[in-house]
Nanobody, 124 residues
Framework: QVQLIESGGGLVQAGGSLRLSCAAS????????MAWFRQAPGKGRDFVAS????????YYADSVKGRFSISRDGAKNTVDLQMNSLKAEDTAVYYC?????????????????WGQGTQVTVSS
């Protein structure tokens, strides 16, 4: 069992930066693939980025490539999402997710554990 708690959301102007953090608990966290998804008002949940259990593989949605960076710290049991050059269209609730697969997926149905989400609002 893995519990996930996100933090770091907030209000930022377009062009600014935010860093989201996901704190994970559970003995098997270190063997799990992790991901960030987001859901804008009135839309479905979209893939943002994912990272393998050892941090060796990362994947990004085309819309955030070159602007966002996912990383994990095994010692701290955290997964972070550094978001730079934020745009109004990045406004959404951001969710952290975990799955026991060795290869991190890009679909929400591939993840078994979810956090409660943190709001990111980018003003234009």
């Amino acid at each position: 069992q893995v519990q996930l708690i996100e933090s770091g959301g907030g209000l930022v102007q377009a062009g600014g930066s935010l860093r989201l953090s996901c704190a994970a608990s559970g003995r098997t966290y270190r063997s799990y693939s992790m991901a960030w998804f987001r859901q804008a008002p009135g839309k479905g949940r979209d893939f943002v980025a994912s990272i393998s259990w050892n941090g060796g593989d990362t994947y990004y949605a085309d819309s955030v490539k070159g602007r966002f960076s996912i990383s994990r710290d095994g010692a701290k049991n955290t997964v972070d999402l550094q978001m730079n050059s934020l745009k109004a269209e990045d406004t959404a609730v951001y969710y952290c997710a975990a799955d026991s697969s060795l290869r991190p997926g890009v679909r929400d149905y591939q993840y078994n554990y979810w956090g409660q989400g943190t709001q990111v609002t980018v003003s234009s």
